[in-house]
């Protein structure tokens, strides 16, 4: 999976993306120009110790997003989050290596580009007396129905306790 980012601009969503997509196997697109520098405090805070470990792209600008990797490919598609769209994130069928963008804070996608993707404009569904969720949370709502469409490939699919057994077993020592 591919999270692309469209102009972000508050590095602790920006890390804390970095740090789900680390946790899911799943690269992040940056396109620039960024509202803070990759190496700031804020960044690495919410990324914690991941941040090492994330693929992580740049572009300086949407086309040359497109030319390195859509333009090429044309069985990838873009899903574009915006709360624009007509559909719900949820009738999408995402392939593993579709990419998925969200916009910036403060304004989204621009609508020059949804508007060349119209078929893969997708929304969360929401009241509306807010403008948007918060781009990490829908991020990580998007992704993992993007994930769960395949059965969460690849990924840990139960945990153990670390100091206790479950219900019936003896303390371990």
């Known amino acids: 999976m591919n999270i692309v ?9 920006t890390g804390n993306i970095g740090r789900t997509c680390v946790a899911t196997g799943t ?9 803070f520098r990759l190496t700031g405090k804020e ?29 090429c490919n044309p069985d990838l598609k873009i899903w574009m989050a915006t709360t624009k769209a007509k559909k719900r994130y949820t009738q999408a069928q995402y392939g593993m290596d579709d990419f998925i963008m969200f916009g910036k804070e403060s304004a989204g996608i621009p609508e020059d580009i949804l508007v060349d993707y119209e078929d893969t404009c997708i929304r ?6 807010i403008r948007s969720l918060n781009l990490s949370n829908s991020v990580s709502i998007v992704l993992y129905e993007a994930l769960r469409q395949h059965d969460f490939a690849g990924m840990l699919m ?12 003896a303390l371990r020592k």
């Open 27 to 35: 690269v992040l697109h940056l396109i620039e120009p960024l509202g």
């Open 5 to 13: 980012l469209y102009q972000p601009e508050i590095p602790a969503n």
């Open 124 to 129: 969360i569904p929401m009241l509306d007396q």
């Open 158 to 169: 139960e945990g153990a306790l670390h100091h206790r057994e479950w219900k019936g077993q």
């Open 43 to 71: 960044l690495r805070r919410a990324g914690m110790d991941y941040w090492e470990h994330l693929d992580v792209r740049r572009y300086m600008n949407f086309g040359e997003f497109v030319e390195k990797n859509l333009a």
